[in-house]
């Protein structure tokens, strides 16, 4: 059998590479062309001005499920991001590489693989019953803000790790404190990273039904405050998929949700920008 060349390996490996990369955005440009297409044309006024009515035909709009769906996320990063950028700033720049250390990052991988059910149950367990937040939406997002940790850290982490270690040298050899070097030097520079995983955090947030459904106890009901219950739009997706006859609203909600998450990325990475550039200086 004839060797193969060098260039025919990397020729290969070329292929292979870009038939990945295509084959993906053709799965993503015919999922979300699909659910568009389908979707669009049940969009107006009404459905999206209305609260939902309940029924077989599934009566009413969305206007409850989008106002519960940003309550949600809102809070969720105010809390998750802080908490998330700082763990992942300690195991980077200040944890001492030993035992104890390794027995958090094993923790914090764990938690990254345990089912969002699990997390539902704990939330339902603690700030359900214990600290009596009965369904709600802050339920909710306390339960969401454990259950993404796992993936903020780490992607943050990543991200801090991936600054050139000559950044951190030179900073220091100019006379700057640890942690101005930090803020001023390897965030700034991280942020793009730190970017994907807030964005990657509200993708699942957003996607996420079971363990919202023992949290926030699924009211179609307009919440005025966040101690009361809520539907987000993908929850109204199941109900409407799975306990009505109005596919054709299930699939207007699916559109106003990838709408949604397209706008919020688009602004998550505008303000990213501005903030990158103001940190670094640049008018």
Known sequence: MRNV?????????MAGIWGGGVITLLLLIVIIGYVLIQGLPGINWEFLSTNPKGGLSGEGGILSTVVSTLYLIGITLVLLVPIGIGSAVYLS?????????????????TLAGIPSIIFGLFGYALF????SFNFSILSGALTLVCLLLPTMITTTEE???AVSYSYREAALALGTTKWQMISRIVLPSAIPGIVTAVILCIGRAIGETACL?????GSAAMPSSLLEGGRTLS???FYLAMETNAMDKAMATAAVLIIIIILINALTNLLAGRFQKRLKGIS
């Open 235 to 237: 929850l109204h997706v």
């Open 5 to 13: 060349s060098a260039k025919q390996t990397q020729k290969l490996a």
């Open 128 to 131: 359900v019953t214990v600290l």
């Open 93 to 109: 720049e200040y944890a001492p590489n030993n035992r104890l250390t390794r027995i958090i990052r094993y923790g914090i991988e």
């Open 213 to 217: 459904y023992v949290t926030m106890g």
């Open 159 to 161: 991200a801090l790790k």
